[in-house]
């Protein structure tokens, strides 16, 4: 499959805080977002050795055996929070109904500030590696941090004011989630990918992927899958289905898909991608924005709140959920 190279935007004029940086980087999210509904960004100030130490983390949980992992699953069916284990979910569901699971395993964290909280659900620590709950503390405040910058840029980029989102992202709402593909020893199933095709709940997602083969494809405007660069120290952004629904369908939210590796490869196929769900605080009523509807582009959708929406998504892509 040709591997093409999404529009890579360099955040840091926008960080820097000039009126020209700001507008530069405000232009190119929307190009990217209206155009593709991805972006590469660099320049993101998130320190590489806190990125790098995560993922040595996160690896080292999903190689400790499997009764040890099933220690950190949750009892409900529809997991937002803890070890998610290999055939749990279909993210196709969502969009085409029984469809095989995925071939991927995952360890999912809310938001470490929550924690405690009424109507927060406590994560699950893994004991190993020790030193795993402060580093995703430590990489929970620097995600939030790029997530209120790239809400800052989206909004000017929408022909807002540039705190628009600030209310609705006082408390914004995050999910860390850490996705193992093993070796594939076996075939798959017919239609069964690492991850299938789907469009992204949310808002804005934030994605660490690494070269591994079998990764994220995107479908381009051709009609056509796409291979996605891997591009070192950098985040794949994307616009999710509540922020597009937002945006009145301004802004894509693009079908995209984590492919099988190609079974003639030898070595490790191994994948792991650290992905951040982010949005607005699950009680923001989200409707169409003024800048995006006019007498002639009416609103498309009636208004919804973030958090039911989201967590309907959650319900029908888990294999154990029926309703």
């Known amino acids: ?60 949980f999903f190689e400790t055996p499997f009764d040890a992992k099933m220690a950190y ?20 569901k969502t969009l085409k109904g029984e469809t095989p699971p995925d071939l991927c395993e995952a360890l999912v964290f809310g938001a ?7 109507g927060h659900k406590a994560n699950y620590y893994p004991d190993t ?33 540039e705190d628009y989102f600030a209310p609705m992202y006082a408390d914004p709402s995050l999910t860390l989630r850490f996705v193992n593909y093993p070796d594939q020893d076996v075939d798959p199933l017919p239609g069964q990918l ?12 934030i994605l660490r992927q690494d070269a591994a083969p079998g990764g994220l494809e995107v479908m381009g405007l051709d009609g056509e899958w796409h291979e996605a660069k891997v591009i070192p120290d950098t985040f794949v952004i994307n616009v999710g289905d509540l922020l597009s629904r937002w945006t009145n369908d301004r802004w894509r939210s693009t079908l995209h898909r984590v492919s099988n590796p190609r079974r003639d490869l030898t070595g490790s196929t191994r994948r792991l991608s650290m992905v951040a769900f982010t949005g607005p605080a699950g009680d923001t009523n989200v409707s169409a924005l003024p800048s995006c509807v006019s007498d002639d582009v009416p609103a498309k959708y009636d208004s919804v709140s973030a958090g039911d929406y989201i967590m309907s998504k959650i319900r029908a ?5 029926k309703t």
């Open 1 to 60: 499959m040709a591997e093409f190279t999404l529009p890579i935007v360099d955040i840091a004029p926008f960080l820097e805080g000039t009126p020209e940086g700001k507008a530069k980087v405000a232009r190119a999210f929307a190009e990217a977002f209206e155009s593709v509904g991805f972006a590469v960004i660099k320049g993101h100030g998130v320190p590489e050795d806190l990125t790098g130490g995560l993922y040595a983390a996160a690896t080292a």
């Open 73 to 92: 699953s949750p009892p409900e069916a529809a997991k937002s929070r803890g070890y998610l284990p290999m055939g749990m979910e279909s993210v196709a």
């Open 112 to 118: 470490p500030h929550h924690e405690g909280e009424e």
């Open 129 to 161: 590696p020790k030193e795993f709950a402060g580093l995703v503390t430590e990489y929970t405040t620097a995600i939030l941090k790029l997530n209120d910058a790239l809400m800052r840029m989206s909004a000017l980029a929408l022909d807002l004011p």
């Open 194 to 205: 690492r991850y299938g095709e789907h469009h992204d709940y949310g808002a804005i997602t």
């Open 317 to 321: 892509s888990h294999e154990l959920e």
